[in-house]
């Protein structure tokens, strides 16, 4: 059983930067791969980035630039980068995993089996 824990989220100013992590157990597959997605107050969830166990990474094309997924195997955890934070960052950040997903399911949200429990991203102006 795959489980998830989210850290690193808070109250930044805009401009700022944070940094989200998330801590995973349980991988079993060698296609094993961690996405972000957020979901802002009154919006649908929607993706943010991706990375495989192979390393591969995915973005949303609205955040590319702005955010960079990557993954320490040591320490099975996935972090996210962001940058030059702005008000539309405002959301609840879930960290998901799966252990079959193919490359065109990646930005799907409902392709991934196991979720983290969100942690708050608030940004101030």
């Known amino acids: 059983q795959v489980q998830l824990v989210e850290s690193g989220g808070g109250l930044v100013q805009a401009g700022g930067s944070l940094r989200l992590s998330c801590a995973h157990s349980?991988?079993?597959?060698?296609?094993?791969?961690v996405a972000w997605f957020r979901r802002a107050p009154g919006k649908e969830r929607e993706f943010v980035a991706a990375?495989?166990?192979?390393?591969?990474?995915y973005y949303a094309d609205s955040l590319k630039g702005r955010v960079t997924i990557s993954g320490d195997k040591a320490k099975n955890t996935v972090y996210l980068q962001m940058n030059s934070l702005g008000s539309e960052d405002t959301a609840v950040y879930y960290c998901?995993?799966?252990?079959?997903?193919?490359?065109?399911?990646?930005?799907?949200?409902?392709?991934?089996?196991?979720w983290g429990q969100g942690t708050q991203v608030t940004v101030s102006s």
């Open positions: 990375v495989t166990w192979s390393g591969y990474t």
């Open positions: 998901a995993a799966d252990q079959t997903i193919i490359t065109s399911s990646i930005r799907m949200s409902t392709q991934y089996d196991y």
């Open positions: 349980g991988r079993t597959s060698s296609r094993f791969t």
